[in-house]
């Protein structure tokens, strides 16, 4: 922290007020939620009076600096929105108006996500429960720069937030770009140039395994598990499973081979299907399918049960029910259609590299969206040693 700025208790810049009144059960009120980690606080709710069993509640206004007593320790804490003025907080929540002449509120803001801030609120306590105290509170304390100077920081703290969440941005629409080229491939070979190609009844075309085994017996519990869940939609990317011991699965499950499609039969609007090349066991919601015909590649077979046409069929078969289904008999009233096996594997080639491309954009996404994540925290801590300059 810069030695040029004061260090000041934050009783000498806020004031513990209390503001209770009594619920009317007539009335609606919103409830905020304090989020942890110092994400700031958002609605949770809005109900009525006569819901609200302790009658008497703390009233919210613009600005103040909410504490929860119990997840302080966890950054359960931060500055009240506009649109939560009014909002009402139970007793185990504290309100500190801000002397907004001494101190900007956004400063405080960003001051409560730095590590020397939620340093002097986890050095209270020792047990499990641990709250805090409006006392504590007051006894923490926050380098105070002018009030010019404090807002000159907070602009330059948002300037760069902006350029960081515009990258994050890009990121995000580089990978829904990328799914988007998928499946528009996807379209214009299953939908626009399959008119020509061979229809073959689906009976003909693939076979569902049946046997079903006890996941939790020796050969069968560190096998992979996996369900719906495993599978991303609409790109037939397997996702990261567990055996089925760490699941704990306990009920039978199909057994499936290497070389398998898998297909979810749950919301078949979802369009999940993956390739498998090891065995394992899956969930009484999944097709685990075997490819009887030679003249079908099984990775085609996996691509054309999350393409329009199957998918269409699927929807309208299924999609009367609570929770859409699509049965053994539906699913073999489909007419397979598919070209000669030269073609389904330059289908599939492309496809593929679309698809590692999109999963590739996705990665760089997420990697790249925890990285700038923490360049926040970096940004702040700069910003509160004094280090932006003039």
Sequence with gaps: MSSYWPQVRLGEVLRYRKDFITIDDLTSYKRPRVQLHAKG??????????????????????????????????????????????????SHYFLFE?????????????????????????????????AIRPAHVLEYRIPLPPLPEQKRIVARIEELAAHINE???????????????????????????????TRIPMDDAIEISDKQVNPTLPAYAQLPHIS????????????????????????????????????????????????????????????????????????????????????????????????????????????FVHPPVSEQRRVVAE???????AEALKRLQIETGAELDALIPSVLDRAFKGEFGS
């Excluded at 009076?49 to 919210?60: E, R, S, Y």
Aim: net charge positive.
């Design 41 to 90: 606080i958002v609605l949770r709710d809005e109900v009525s009076g006569a819901l609200i069993k302790t009658k008497a509640q703390q009233v919210c206004r613009e600005g103040d600096f909410l504490v929860a007593e119990i997840d302080a320790k966890l950054g359960g804490f931060g500055i009240v929105p506009a649109d939560l003025v009014g909002s009402i907080v139970s």
């Design 98 to 130: 801000i002397d907004d002449v001494k101190l900007d509120r956004q400063f405080l803001d960003y001051f409560v996500r730095t590590p020397t801030f939620l340093e002097q609120v986890e050095a209270q306590g020792s047990t499990n429960y641990a």
């Design 167 to 197: 990258a994050c941005e890009l990121r995000r629409r580089a990978a829904a770009e990328a799914e988007a080229l998928l499946l528009s491939v996807l379209h214009r070979h299953f939908v626009r140039s399959c008119s020509s190609w």
């Design 228 to 335: 719906g869940e495993n599978m991303e939609s609409n790109t037939c990317r397997l996702l990261p499973w567990r055996s089925a011991e760490a699941d704990g699965v306990k009920s039978n499950k199909y057994l499936f081979s290497p070389n398998t499609v898998l297909y979810s039969k749950i919301r078949p609007y979802l369009r999940k299907a993956v390739f498998v090349d090891f065995p394992g066991v899956c969930s009484a919601d999944v097709y685990p399918i075997r490819i009887k015909s030679p003249k079908l590649d099984p990775h085609f077979v996996k691509w054309a049960l999350v393409a329009e046409p199957f998918t269409e069929y699927a929807n309208r078969l299924s999609g009367r029910t609570r929770m859409p289904k699509l049965n053994r008999k539906q699913l073999f009233g489909f007419p």
């Design 351 to 357: 496809l593929d590299a679309l698809q590692t491309e």
